[in-house]
């Protein structure tokens, strides 16, 4: 049979302990993968800024040609 630690569990191993280190490449996969999800964070937030900077430019542009509510009558034409 296996042996038993002495609290009754049996011991399958350093990926079965949360407390166990980290290898060296699981650090590396680590920070690489970190290193990627800032790269990519940063340049949403940049398209973000520069989406917020050119929306009040196309605002000023559009006010007066957007649709006008009249109410739901119609064009003053069909009148």
Known sequence: MSEKISDGLQD????????????TQQMRTVGQRRREAEEKLEHHLQEARHKDDAHPDAVSESEGAGPVDNGGEGSPAEK
Request: aromatic share 0%; net charge neutral.
């Open 12 to 23: 399958h191993g350093p990926h079965q302990h949360a407390h166990a280190a980290p290898t």
